[in-house]
């Protein structure tokens, strides 16, 4: 058995490449490392290669080249990965991708009745996790009747019912109002798990997170290679076309 060491990475990416058919590669020679603690923000332009590099990191893709090491062992199979799902959780772009049952309570019981909790230890757990994201009503609810932000953060609950160590978070405030945005940065924060996660919004990325990155190239730009920042300003001629250099 491979033992873990708190300072070892929990994910590492070597050389990594992916393309889709007939395109340029996404991603090309991308290394990265995540150990346990980080709290990672990914900030950068939709095409850049953000969504792939979560589904290689859980199997759902296969690099045309490099290699993955997800705790500690290398991991290429289905088999392998299967594994990498039961203690990584990922939340999908589009929540639609992620609920299929009728309610809510049923969405969120489903990971942990796969991992051999019983009827009613899934849905203990489940109204735990509706409580802890203060949707402790929705139980009930019907799924496809939910609005985009409701069905966002039912989608995070049926990540979080099964335990994760981490959590892969792609654009996870999409639809959410503002108050709903602190609130889960709140929650995040509390989570006390590592996490990586996408957003377009810096604002956020700064308060839920302890390191912002960017991908150019088909890489990932760290924080000493690239600095993020807000640009406000205000000037007389604002409103005609100009140019920034």
């Known amino acids: 058995m491979v ?4 300072s070892e990475p929990i994910i590492r990416l070597r050389g990594i490449r992916f393309a889709y058919p007939g395109q340029a590669p996404v991603l090309d020679n991308l290394d990265f490392e995540m150990v346990r603690g980080d709290r990672i923000g990914l900030l950068a332009p939709n095409g850049s290669g953000k969504t792939t590099l979560f589904h290689l990191i859980m199997g759902l893709l296969e690099p ?15 088999k392998d990965f299967v ?3 039961q203690r990584i959780g990922l939340l999908f772009q589009d929540a639609d991708d992620q ?9 969120v019981a489903f990971g942990p009745l796969n991992m051999g909790k019983s009827k009613k230890e899934a849905r203990d757990i489940s109204r735990r996790v509706l409580s802890f994201l203060g949707l ?24 979080l019912a099964m335990d994760p160590e981490v959590l892969l978070l792609d654009e996870p405030i999409n639809g959410l109002d503002n108050t709903t945005r602190d609130k889960l940065s709140q929650v995040l924060n509390n989570l ?18 302890d390191a912002v990155y960017t991908m150019a190239a088909g890489r ?15 000037h007389q001629l604002g409103h ?6």
């Open 64 to 78: 045309t080249a490099g290699s993955i090491e997800i705790f500690g062992r290398p991991v290429a199979s289905e």
């Open 220 to 234: 990932i730009l760290k924080d000493e290679q690239v600095h993020i920042h807000r640009h406000d300003h205000a």
């Open 3 to 6: 033992s873990e060491s708190a």
């Open 136 to 159: 402790a009503d929705f139980e009930g609810r019907i799924t496809f009747k939910l609005s985009g932000g409701e069905k966002k953060l039912v989608s995070l609950a049926t990540v």
């Open 240 to 245: 005609l076309p100009h140019r920034h250099k």
């Open 99 to 107: 609920l299929f049952a009728p309610t809510v309570i049923d969405d």
């Open 83 to 85: 594994r990498v799902r």
């Open 192 to 209: 006390g798990i590592s996490y990586m996660l996408i957003s377009h919004d810096i604002d956020f990325l700064v308060n839920a997170t």
